[in-house]
């Protein structure tokens, strides 16, 4: 009995070490110093639902792990461990990478008793400060020594929810750093390139502030935020110890490009002016836009659940297509040849987005791979075809500005023209008018000089024949008025105002004088004295008044003042003062009597005065002594 449960025992052991043997020369591969190989034909992989299993425990048990090519994970987000074995062919520094695990472990160790094990971490949402200084967030450096076996154990998770890639390499290091460089030269350039582009459309749009520039602007900026996301540079550069903050942003990058791109059909398509209901349409797809994003974000953010946000975007996809292919078939006869840049811009973006989202849903997150350079080339040539036609856009509105600016001028010129011409014809009709009025003008005031002269006459031949005194007086009276308005007629008429042949206010004055003087010849020799400026012009409305106060005071004083005296005078002044003029008259005669101070002349000096909106004064004091001050 006991020789039977030996030899169970005996067979049972050469079993397992005949299988693990088995094992070993099934998944053990070699590796040279320049080789590329891909891991995942040499993994066996085991499930770990509930994060139970540690590492050395596995590799001690390597007959739990199963075929990779037969395997189904249960869940995506679940642990999964990979185990393969390989001898080193030469001493050298090699590479293990990967590119899309959200988390990886790395335990290593040569496959000889007692050998000491290397762990290491990586993956996209690993914070730096956590990673070796040999690593990076998506590769692991080791050293191998030749004709050494070696055990690599991988830990991945991949919490996004994507199906689990397990795309990890083994490189010689220097022909990693070597591919490496190259991709981020490439991308650098192409990256460059898009910041250039980028810098040139908003110097545009501050230049010009054409609206549409500051909108691909928007768009360009949006694909290249989602470019460098993508391509995990933002992580790097921003978030170096909290990168799920920058992959949270990526999709919003995707849709501020896609809101920038909207808002560009919109207004530099014009469709309020050229369609209504595409641009309430339009409206109505950009709040869906800015829904989206927040509701990918919030998903994101809370569930990780990034392949159904993914989903969800390939589905929203569609209905902006819809909508672009639409306005473009309804408004093609409408777009000239410059706006026509901006639909090839949008049949190249989107037969892009087709072509990905088509391929993105059958291959899944492996995709990623060719995405980030594909979208910057596709961004780039979209964003030169939307520049082409911006650009284009604006020399056609120069050029119409120019030619619009030149009929502008030429309709001003003619106006112009009809303008001289009607002001000619005016003016001559003006001319003749006026030529008319003056003739008139003319006509009338010699037949009121006519008539004035025929009073005088008359009045001046009834003096020889009247014989009573007060009918004699009344009679000169009437003379000297008459007198007065044939002065005021001959000297302040409108019509001869303006010539330089005016007279003087102290030359009317002294014709008045005069003429009084004549009138009473047979009255004492009198001295008038005259105080006036001979500057002093007045116009013809204030020279009639005046010269019939003139002549009324003249009159009085020469019937009133003198009976009896030995040396009579009489002293005029006029004076312009600031605000009114001022004019004084006095005489030595024997002041006030009923005769002088109630008669007719009194009473038309008062009123005279009245309609100049003047004032008198009058004082009796070695003669009478009127002061008059007129508003001027």
Not at 358 to 375: D, R, V
Not at 401 to 425: A, D, G, P, S
Request: glycine share 4%; net charge positive; with cysteine.
């Amino acid at each position: 009995m006991r020789n039977n449960l030996f030899i169970f025992k005996l067979l049972l052991s050469f079993s397992l070490c005949l299988y693990a043997t088995l094992g070993k020369a099934q998944h053990e591969f070699e590796f040279q110093h320049h080789d590329q190989i891909r891991l995942k034909p040499h993994f066996r992989i085991l499930e770990d639902k509930d994060n139970l299993y540690h590492p050395e425990a596995l590799f001690a048990n390597p007959h739990q792990f199963q075929k990779i090519d037969q395997f189904k994970p249960s869940e995506n987000d679940h642990a999964f461990w990979l185990l393969t074995t390989f001898k080193a062919g030469a001493n050298t520094e090699a590479i293990v990478s990967f590119r899309h695990l959200t988390f990886a472990e790395l335990y290593f160790r040569a496959d000889t008793p007692n050998a000491p094990l290397s762990h290491r971490k990586a993956g996209a949402f690993r914070p730096l400060n956590k990673i070796h200084s040999t690593d990076s967030r998506f590769h692991f450096s080791i050293d191998l020594a030749k004709d050494v076996t070696y055990q690599l154990l991988i830990k991945s998770t991949h919490v996004k929810k994507y199906e689990p890639i397990f795309d990890f390499q083994l490189n010689n290091k220097n022909d990693f750093l070597a591919a490496k460089t190259k991709s981020e030269f490439i991308d650098f350039w192409l990256q460059g390139a898009s910041v250039l582009l980028i810098l040139y459309v908003l110097l545009s749009w501050l230049s010009t502030k054409y609206r549409p520039y500051l909108w691909l602007a928007l768009f360009a900026s949006g694909f290249y935020l989602y470019d460098i996301a993508l391509n995990r540079y933002l992580i790097d550069w921003f978030f170096p110890n909290h990168p799920q903050s920058s992959w949270l942003s990526i999709q919003t990058f995707l849709h501020i490009g896609l809101l920038g791109l909207f808002l560009l059909i919109i207004d530099s398509w014009n469709l309020k002016a050229k369609n209504q209901q595409l641009y309430k349409y339009g409206k109505v797809l950009i709040v869906a836009i800015i829904l989206l994003s927040i509701t990918s974000f919030i998903i994101n953010y809370l569930t990780l659940n990034y392949n159904l946000t993914t989903k969800i975007n390939i589905l929203f996809s569609f209905i902006p297509i819809t909508y672009a292919t639409y306005t473009v078939c309804k408004l093609w006869k409408q777009l000239d040849k410059q706006e026509r840049y901006l639909a090839y811009g949008l049949a190249l973006y989107f037969s892009a987005t087709l072509f990905f989202n088509i391929t993105i849903s059958i291959w899944g997150e492996k995709l990623y791979l060719l995405t980030p350079i594909a979208s910057k080339v596709i961004s780039i040539s979209v964003v030169l075809l939307f520049l082409t036609g911006l650009n284009a856009r604006l020399r056609q509105n120069e050029k119409d500005k120019l030619h619009y600016l030149n009929e502008l001028n030429l309709l001003q010129k003619h106006q112009n023209e009809i303008l001289e011409r009607n002001v000619t014809v005016r003016t001559e009709e003006l001319n003749q008018r006026n030529e008319r009025i003056e003739t008139l003008m003319n006509e009338l005031n010699h037949r009121v000089k006519n008539n004035l002269q025929l009073l005088y006459s008359l009045n001046s031949l009834q003096l020889s024949s009247v014989i009573e005194p007060s009918t004699l007086h009344v009679l000169k009276d009437n003379i000297a008025r008459i007198k007065a308005m044939m002065l005021v007629n001959d000297s302040l008429n409108p019509l001869i105002d303006a010539t330089p042949h005016s007279k003087s206010l102290k030359e009317f004055i002294s014709e008045i004088a005069a003429h009084s003087k004549r009138m009473f010849l047979d009255k004492q020799n009198v001295e008038i004295d005259l105080a006036i400026d001979e500057d002093l012009i007045l116009d013809s409305k204030t020279g009639l008044s005046l010269g019939l106060i003139v002549s009324e005071l003249i009159t009085n004083s020469f019937k009133h003042a003198f009976a009896a005296h030995q040396s009579p005078k009489i002293h005029i002044s006029i004076s312009s003062k600031i605000e009114n003029w001022v004019l004084s008259y006095s005489d030595n005669g024997v002041g006030i009597t009923n005769a002088t101070n109630n008669g007719f002349g009194i009473s038309l000096i008062n009123d005279l005065t009245r309609q100049l909106k003047g004032n008198v004064k009058l004082t009796d004091h070695n003669g009478l002594n009127y002061t008059f001050n007129f508003p001027k």
